[in-house]
């Protein structure tokens, strides 16, 4: 996938695919590079033997045994409302038609304005009332669902389990929704200790296109059980 777009015409400007017409690599130089890059770096990873598994399912319900996970590293879609359906549609298009049974991932993500009233609540407990009900309506469902995601992550963690999230904040109209510091405190009502908000980037969050109405952090949140 990452070697189809590099040999294309086509590249991705934010939330929007563009074309540029300019020289591009044949693909089976890049496809041979590119997995030259691979096995080296399996090559150098040195670890013990494990088992390994690969599932797909929902981080809000996931089918694992309580109190069984040692680490958790991941990376939820970011709150700056980019669609990702767009955004990888190359890949899309060019390799996963196939199995396109299961709905796009936007419908997925912060899905109905209608469960704020109902499940809100546990969510108004780690950010108090004030600090739901000033937040942009579109963040609110994202950040209940990333609220059922570290509860799970919580029950499923050991004592001691450490935790790695790379996030971003979101850029709406209204300005910039901090989600690596409101994830970090809903993580801390759940339970989990936070270590470290380490900044990795910072963006201009911009309204009408050219008016900067703020800074978004990209983060990487380090949380222990």
């Not at 298009?93 to 299961?102: D, P, S």
Request: hydrophobic share 40%; charged share 30%.
């Amino acid at each position: 996938m990452n070697v189809a777009v590099k040999c294309s015409y086509a590249y991705k400007d934010g939330a929007v695919i563009k074309v540029r017409k300019k020289p591009v690599p044949p693909i089976r130089d890049m496809l041979r590079r590119q997995l030259f890059h691979m096995v080296k770096d399996i090559e150098n990873f040195k670890s013990e033997k494990c088992e390994t598994f690969a599932d797909f399912g929902d981080a809000r319900s996931l089918a694992l045994e309580s109190e069984k996970i040692d680490c958790v590293i991941t990376s939820p879609p970011y709150l700056n409302k980019i669609e990702y359906t767009k955004v990888y549609e190359i890949e899309q298009e060019l390799f996963l038609n196939r199995i396109q049974e299961r709905p796009a991932i936007r419908s997925y993500i912060g899905l109905s304005l209608q469960r704020l009233e109902k499940n809100s609540l546990g969510l108004e407990k780690a950010l108090d009332y004030g600090t739901v009900r000033s937040l942009p309506p579109e963040s609110v469902p994202y950040l209940m669902d990333m609220f059922q995601a570290i509860e799970e992550m919580y029950r499923v963690c050991r004592k001691g389990a450490k935790i790695g999230i790379v996030v971003g904040n979101g850029c709406f109209p209204t300005g910039v929704v901090d989600s690596d510091i409101l994830l970090s405190r809903m993580a801390e009502s759940i339970g989990f200790t936070v270590q470290k908000i380490l900044v990795l980037n910072k963006r201009w969050c911009t309204r009408n296109r050219t008016e900067k109405i703020g800074i978004t952090r990209e983060s990487l949140l380090l949380w222990e059980k």
